[in-house]
């Protein structure tokens, strides 16, 4: 149920700024160049919510379960293998900024995937069971 809400509450969070991700940029920006440079940026982030809410709600029970290394795996390969190598790219090449928002957007979409795959597998519940023997099974 906590998974379903988060998603529906993020979803609806994400369409959100979506549609007024304009009106959102020109409160920060007056400068129209500034404001349509923002726009993009603040659609890709809202985007992002999406996985990273998601990640932050289900690693929330990894994280009750005693389960913190796959959340710390996931933050690991998400910012340190994906994230960093892909905005350098972005930031020091010719590809510029589309690849800062795909690495933003990769970042997320790692860390939800691993930290889903953990979940799904079922094996934090078994780590759960180490440090709360008397809890009976599902």
């Known amino acids: 149920d906590v998974i379903r809400f988060s998603t529906v509450m993020y979803a609806v969070s994400m369409i959100l700024v979506l549609v007024f991700a304009e009106p959102l940029a020109n409160f920060f920006a007056e400068d129209p160049q500034a404001v349509s440079q923002t726009v993009p940026f603040v659609r890709i982030a809202a985007i992002s919510f999406l996985g990273s809410g998601l990640a932050?709600?289900?690693?929330?029970?990894?994280?009750?379960a005693g389960d913190n290394r796959w959340i710390f795996y996931a933050?690991?390969?998400?910012?340190?293998?994906?994230?960093?190598?892909?905005?350098?790219?972005?930031?020091?090449?010719?590809?510029?900024?589309?690849?800062?928002?795909?690495?933003?957007?990769?970042?997320?979409?790692?860390?939800?995937?691993?930290?889903?795959?953990?979940?799904?597998?079922?094996?934090?519940?078994v780590v759960s069971r180490t440090h709360r023997p008397e809890v009976a099974d599902d």
């Open 56 to 64: 932050q709600s289900v690693s929330g029970i990894l994280k009750g």
């Open 75 to 125: 933050r690991l390969v998400s910012q340190y293998l994906v994230l960093v190598p892909l905005t350098y790219l972005g930031a020091a090449t010719a590809l510029g900024l589309s690849v800062v928002y795909v690495a933003i957007l990769a970042e997320a979409g790692t860390r939800t995937s691993i930290i889903g795959y953990r979940f799904t597998s079922g094996r934090w519940k």
